[in-house]
């Protein structure tokens, strides 16, 4: 059966026809008008059908043909190939959490304030961007050699480790530094110790590795280095302010960890959360300054000015720099050139420390009126340093059940059940100070109490 079809062509469109005259056949097999057998119209009649030179149909045709719509059979014509039109995949929305919490108050913990203006020292950043031309080829996996040495003086300066630019490799932030370093010096079945209750992503990306994970209790001073087992490959621990719980982990306790890592040869995986922001004393110096070859740091920026920079760093051995940065060299897997070449200029300029300054007075205030606030309805803990408190709640408390119904209310918080797996706790509410504006923060806290039980 020879088929006949409404085909037009519009001269003034600018796409040429025999572009034109290929997809009106593609819709029309797609949407059943040609079914696998029809037979075609000579390119000599389409062409004069058409009013165009037969060079036209000619291509037309040899673009299907090409791939695979019709097909000439020998003192036939030209056919319909037996192309099954394939309907468009159901793509289902999913709901991710920014969008759950759209037009709520949200005082969920790790998600520092951004003011809604820039101001002068992230625009010179850009700028100095802006007059670099881009590396000739590939830049360096381990990232760019002058941010690597500007890194280096900057943890030395403020986290107290000696280290230079071959000790630093830049990521796109912990999460991305953690998997790095699993990928590579971990393999399935290796035992690693993780806080609990803690870091959920830490927890998630050891199970992505197929990793067992060993829960380790932790206290008012952090991790409790007495319930770790001797067999874990690798711990992960946030020394300077637990997470969620808030303790620091003390000198001594520090010191016991390096002596049980050096004992049993496993890897120490410092996530260096909240270090930035203490309101009773200076940071303690990071673990990693105690034992470079034992001890892998990990260092973000999404705290200090936005998660959504997608920049971090690690610090570790030259030798596991060096075996890290081979790896990402082929996989091809690290921080576009120009976030590096921004960071490098913050960090010449000397904003990043002017940001972190300014943030630790405008966190302080807010710190100080949320435990007013709040006080009154629980213990808080973990109050001397980081972006959020922890609000321990009475043992019959359903924590999750009190979440939802300040959610009713229109503030988000993260019940602390979230955050635990095996070992037993308190229940409680891990509650962020840094997310909203002023006038948002004071409203948000103003409903929380009125959902709260009084103690």
């Known amino acids: 059966m020879q088929s006949s079809l409404p085909l037009t062509i519009d001269r003034d469109s600018g796409v040429p026809l025999h572009l034109q005259l290929a997809e009106q056949f593609r819709a029309a097999v797609l949407d059943g008008r040609l079914q696998a057998g029809h037979r075609l119209p000579s390119t000599r009649d389409l062409a004069r059908d058409l009013a165009v030179s037969r060079s036209v149909t000619q291509a037309a045709y040899d673009q299907l043909h090409a791939e695979g719509w019709i097909e000439g059979r020998t003192g036939a014509g030209t056919f319909v190939t037996d192309v099954a039109p394939l309907q468009p995949a159901v793509r289902r929305r999913r709901n991710h959490r920014a ?69 630093v490799l830049v990521t796109n932030g912990t999460v991305h530094g953690l998997r790095l370093l699993l990928t590579v010096t971990r393999k399935p079945g290796d035992r690693i110790a993780i806080e609990d209750p803690g870091y959920l992503n830490a927890v998630v990306a050891a199970r992505d590795h197929h990793l067992e994970i060993v829960d380790v209790p932790v ?114 897997d690290w921080p576009a050139w120009p976030m590096q070449a921004a960071l490098l200029a913050m960090l010449q300029d000397g904003y990043l420390d002017r940001a972190v300054r300014r943030s630790r007075r405008l966190y302080a205030d807010r710190r100080t009126q949320t435990v007013d606030l709040l006080s009154p309805h629980g213990q808080v803990i ?51 100070y840094a997310t909203p504006s002023p006038p948002d923060l004071h409203q948000a806290l103003t409903i929380l109490t009125k959902v709260l039980p009084r103690r």
């Open 99 to 167: 969008d759950v919490d759209a037009g709520l108050l949200t005082l969920r913990p790790g998600i520092p304030y951004i003011a809604p203006t820039p101001d002068p020292g992230w625009r010179r950043a850009w700028r100095e961007v802006s007059t670099q031309s881009p590396p000739r080829g590939y830049d360096n996996a381990a990232g760019l050699p002058a941010l690597r040495a500007a890194l280096a003086d900057h943890v030395a300066r403020v986290r107290g480790i000696a280290c230079g630019p071959e000790n």
């Open 219 to 332: 206290d008012e001073d952090g991790l409790q280095v007495g319930a770790l087992p001797h067999d874990a490959a690798a711990v992960y621990v946030t020394p300077s302010h637990q997470y969620p719980l808030g303790g620091r982990l003390p000198v001594a306790r520090r010191n016991e960890l390096v002596r049980w890592a050096r004992r049993t040869g496993s890897l120490l995986i410092e996530d260096d959360y909240d270090s930035e922001f203490r309101y009773d004393v200076a940071p303690l110096p990071a673990l990693a300054q105690l034992d470079l070859d034992r001890v892998v740091h990990l260092g973000t920026l999404s705290k200090t000015l936005s998660p959504a920079l997608r920049l971090g760093w690690l610090v570790a051995s030259e030798p596991m720099v060096d075996r890290l940065a081979t790896f990402r060299a082929n996989s091809g």
């Open 382 to 432: 973990g109050q001397d340093a980081g972006l959020h408190i922890t609000l321990l709640l009475p043992n019959h408390t359903d924590d999750r059940k009190l979440a939802a119904t300040a959610r009713e209310a229109g503030v988000v918080v993260a019940p602390l059940s979230e955050y635990r797996r095996t070992v037993p706790g308190p229940p409680g509410l891990v509650i962020g």
